[in-house]
């Protein structure tokens, strides 16, 4: 991202990608595919990671379009729903924004994770 003047493109996985910058005041990056007034702050990233750890390496997604935090698509054990919980402060059974496609996508990219189907695992 550095010798690109702060952007990247970064694939998913289902053949389309999307564009990452980085947040103008240093906090974290700016996604494409996720709403322009929201940022990926860099401890969204930290605690995946320590997540990952904590499971052993390896985590489900957890599904924020279909559950809400804490239920049976959303779990707090899940990194969409750990973020949400520890990183933007998400009450227990409220919704949340789906940021896990470009978090999970970005990881991978970046060479710490496999961006599994349903999972996420340390590299």
């Excluded at 860099?42 to 390896?58: N, P, S, T, V, Y």
Aim: charged residues 20%; proline residues 2%.
């Amino acid at each position: 991202m550095n010798q690109n003047n702060g952007l990247a493109r970064i694939p998913l996985s289902r053949g389309s990608s999307f564009q990452i910058y980085y947040e103008e005041y240093g906090t974290g990056i700016h996604a494409t595919n996720i709403p322009s007034n929201k940022v990926l702050i860099w401890q969204a990233f930290e605690d995946a990671i320590a997540l990952l750890k904590k499971k052993g390496g390896r985590a489900i997604k957890g599904n924020a379009m279909k559950g809400k935090l804490g239920d049976r698509y959303l779990p707090l054990d899940s990194v969409e729903g750990y973020i949400a919980y520890h990183t933007f402060h998400v009450k227990k059974g409220e919704t949340t924004l789906r940021f896990i496609s470009a978090l999970s996508s970005i990881l991978e990219w970046s060479g710490y994770c496999k961006n599994g189907y349903g999972y996420i695992e340390l590299k």
